[in-house]
């Protein structure tokens, strides 16, 4: 293969796949896109790409179905145009939640996604902080999983005279949340949450561990409708904490969580830029913090054939 790794971005996240370029001291392609009158899209690959390493920088946030077309055209424009090697670089996996069949007559379709990626000639993944573990194994090519927990936890500071305790959101989330914890070298608590169906209300039951005169730091792996983190702010409060404060991967920012965010006792929200946070989305309680660096180490080991098990990857 010639030269050093390619970045395409898609238009959802151009200022992430920039950082990353910039990271890596590499180009960024020349890609067109073309919406047409009747809602077909067009891309367009104009930078000469044969027999170039290509890592495809996409995430997913809305028009969420119409941001994976691109991401389909994209790799299927590239592997046309004689691209070496085609990676698919999705920060946020789209319909990561769908993850298996919760009621019968569903599509699992993060599995579809997985199936799309493949056919449209994606050659590997790289993915961050996916929803479960699962969804890994739904890719017949190889995969590098990363955690951006890691990043931040470094935002995240050292702390002050309060102790902190680690919470994580369910169950699901311990495993993480414990790496996070011993890594902060605190304790770790967990919350017993149930959600019902698909009615995106998560009620959270009882705690394991004690938050009593301790700063909560809650963990998880993305907030969406802020529900789950709200409600654990609200019990961990409840319970005795002495402050709350919260960070997670992926800030979806969908249906009410700023308002709910707003008007819960969470100090400060940590997110990554996984996804872009639009305007009406910004609030003096929300950070930001920058995965570019770690996506581009990772795509730099990529393209040097050497191993990413210690750069954050999740095993
Ligand atoms: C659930 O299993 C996840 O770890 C997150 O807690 C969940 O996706 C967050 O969703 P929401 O913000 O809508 O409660």
Known sequence: MNDGPL??????????ASAIAAHLGTDTA??????FSNENLKVCVESNVRDRDVYVVQTSCPPVNESLMETLLLIDALRGASAGRVTAVLPY???VRSDKQDEPGVSITARLVADLLVTAGAQRLIAMDLHSPQIHGFFR????HVTAVPVLGRALGAGGAVQRVVVATDIGEAKDAGRFAASLGVDLAVIDKRRTGDDEHAVPRALVGDVRGRHALIVDDEIATGGTIVEAAELVMRLGAASVEAAAVHGVL?????????????QRVLVTDS?????AKRDPRIEVVSIAG???????????????????SHR
């Open 294 to 312: 770690l996506l581009a180490d990772t795509i730099g080991r990529t393209h040097r054939g050497e191993s990413v098990a210690d750069l954050a």
């Open 254 to 266: 969908c249906g009410k969580a700023l308002e709910r965010i707003r008007s819960s006792p969470l």
């Open 30 to 35: 020349r890609i067109r896109f073309n919406r």
């Open 7 to 16: 970045i395409a971005s898609g238009s959802t996240h151009p200022a992430l």
């Open 141 to 144: 090519v190889p995969v590098d």
């Open 93 to 95: 996996f789209p319909y």
């Open 275 to 279: 996804i872009p946070l639009t305007d």
